[in-house]
């Protein structure tokens, strides 16, 4: 039987690709510029990546990843910084600081429709941004900002732009892998199940509002792994970096890449990533042809850049094998 | 009894869609529940499933009060249904469909499932096993088990949401026009399938305008008009009943040649 490309197998693969391919570009790109852009590509690819599960299997909508990110990043760091915490173990309390403030956020959140769940993650999303500018004892706040402790593993400093490469290429393979565990899982199943008929999930013995907020905490959770990359790559930061904008291009990303795959989401945030750069010399123009781009994106493939490019391959297979 | 219906009431600002209906099913029997359109039969469904909250009335499954509870809840007790409007799960394969109906019967956490820990692989397989079980008795072909539930032809669809309930373990099924849509054989396979989950020990209550089958299967039926109780008894003792008839005239001289 022909093994469907969604398959944990054929996504295993699709895992062992992306870490060959993270080895290769390791090994071969000098260029400390191309290095920082691939860094924030895969940052802001564990953050996708994070939001694919709540939007592409519950099927909600979150407009508030920017406070999971900023939480993520002045949890960690502060760890790593003032308190002297291993950075590793910082990044995972980081994580779960994010992800059980997810938790939290999705019980009362939970008992509106999915348009105001959305609405009400924005408002949170603006809050925490304004608490990130407000708390400057803790963040910072937008100057003086916050310096960061650089990366380190018992003892063994990381910070410098091509170890960190090795750092987020590593974080990124671990997130895939437990993304893709997860949601092929009963538990992943479940969520798929609730995210495309809520009575029929209910009806089978799966609790929705439990499920969801489980699927925000886990999103919150990886979107704080991101997070505290992002301040460990930096270094110096400000608490502009996790405001509106960031939760905008993160669902940017999500929906360009393909809502319901991780490669998807990594596709889409190394293009919103990248894009706004080869755009450098439209100067002006930039933010308008960088958006003409992305309504071009989403009118054209209206499943994604990835399952677009995953139909065109199988149609260019089926062409050259005709039976 | 396995499920009483104790004057179960629903208004709907101003109109009463079910009003004081009680219904007694037996364990391991077949129960029909007809009426014209609007009758309100899939809203008496929905309010013993949990889906909607009576606004009187109880339910009682296997001697437990279940009145108001939710429907994850009610699974719990052993009771699940299909749907008038098929519910698929968009974009999953007939397996996964019906593996979420296994979803109950599973144990793992989401962190177990996140390390993909030995006992969550163990459980996939188990949880693989019931589902092709599943469909085995609701008469799929294990060929069918990787295409994509939503895009198989309708009556096949019927018979996966039947898998998916069956693979939850309930011994309540509720079955909500499990033949509309399907043509003349494939509703008599269909009354086959529903004979043998009875023999196979669930207790169905279906509702259902296609009288053969209604008639053909049932050991009681239940007649409801404008949210009440009509008439009941055995499929005799309902077609000859003067009352169900004149509903059904009312309905125009098909439908009172398929009650006849
Ligand atoms: N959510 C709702 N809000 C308001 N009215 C409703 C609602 N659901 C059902 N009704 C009304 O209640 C009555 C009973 O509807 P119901 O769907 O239970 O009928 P039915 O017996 O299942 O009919 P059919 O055979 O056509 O499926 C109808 O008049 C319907 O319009
Ligand atoms: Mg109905």
Redesign the interface.
Known sequence: ??Q?LDSYHCNLIGLGILIVLEIAIGSLVQNSYYLTVINLCMIFGIASVGLTVLMGYAGLISLGQSAFFGIGAYVSANLATNLNVEPVLALMIGAMAAGVIGWLIARPLLRLSDLYFAMASLAFGIIAYILFGQMRGITGGLDPGFSSAPFSVLGWRLGDTRSMYWVCATSLAIVAL?VL??VH??????L??L???E??????????VAYKA?ALA?SAGITGVAGGLFAFFLRSFNSSAFGFNLSIELLVMVIVGSV?SVWGALLGATLVTVLPSLLDRFEDYKLFAYGVAMVIIVMIMPEGLFQAMIEASQKLISRRKPT | MILSVEALTKNFAGLVAVNALSIQVRRNSITALIGPNGAGKTTALNLI?G?LRPTAGRVLLKGADITGR????I??NGM??T?QNL???????VL?TV???A??V?R???LA????APS?VA??KD?RNRAMAALDRAGVPASYS?RVAAELPYGWQRRVEIA??IA?GVDMLLLDEPAAGLNNQESETMAQLICELREGGTTVLLVEHDMNLVMGISDQVIVMNFGQLLSQGTPDQVQNDPAVVEAYLGKGAEAADAVA
């Not at chain 1, 899982?185 to 479940?190: D, E, L, N, V």
């Not at chain 1, 009575?199 to 929705?208: N, Q």
């Open positions: 039987m022909l469907r437990f565990n997860l899982s009963r538990f992943g199943r479940a798929k199940a995210g495309s008929s009575i029929a999930a209910d009806g089978l013995g799966i609790s929705v489980m886990i319901r | 499933t889906v939710s429907p994850h809840s699974a719990s699940t249904r749907y519910q698929m799960f968009e974009g999953m394969t996964e593996m979420v109906g979803h109950r599973g793992s956490t989401w499932a996140l390390l993909r969550v459980e996939e949880l990787g998916r309930a939850s």
